[in-house]
């Protein structure tokens, strides 16, 4: 506390004599005891709702904290702008390395049809090659 030290070091020694006689004029010297220790009662009950206060206003900032459930809120908003940016970075890296050799379909081979497949298959070989 600053304040009792800046306040003390305006009054010298004689002013502050002074000041206590004037107080024992004015109050006398039976009620000087009563009158310090009511004094005393005052400031012990007066920090003592400071401090409850300050411990009041901790208590309800954690109960805000977890009614809102912040952690959770966030990671749900950073889930769901994480999604459209993961689906745009795979679009882009897609058009950046398209081939188109490996883009075509390649026949289904069936039963049926694999030696009309394995023919289709050399042909799109050559193509690409060429």
Same mark, same amino acid.
Do not use: C, H
């Given at each position: 506390? &600053?304040?009792?030290?800046? +306040? ?7 002013? &502050? ?5 004037? &107080? ?6 039976? #009620?000087?005891?009563? =009158? ?9 009950? +007066? ?5 409850? =206060? ?5 208590? #309800?900032?954690? /109960? &805000? ?15 769901? =702008? ?5 689906? *745009?970075?795979? /679009? *882009?890296?897609?058009? *950046? ?10 026949? *289904? ?22």
């Amino acid at each position: 506390m &600053i304040w009792p030290t800046l +306040f003390l070091n305006d009054v010298a020694g004689s002013e &502050i004599l002074v000041i206590f006689l004037v &107080i024992l004029l004015f109050f006398g010297s039976k #009620s000087i005891p009563g =009158i310090a220790k009511s004094l005393g009662k005052a400031l012990f009950e +007066f920090r003592n709702a400071t401090n409850e =206060i300050k411990q009041e206003i901790k208590n #309800s900032g954690g /109960d &805000i904290k977890g009614d809102l459930n912040l952690d959770s809120f966030l990671k749900e908003t950073t889930e769901e =702008i994480q999604r459209p940016l993961d689906q *745009v970075f795979t /679009d *882009v890296d897609n058009a *950046v390395n398209y081939d188109p050799v490996l883009s075509t379909p390649r026949a *289904v081979v069936t039963a049926g049809n694999a030696q009309q497949a394995e023919e289709n298959n050399k042909n799109e070989e050559k193509k690409s090659n060429d």
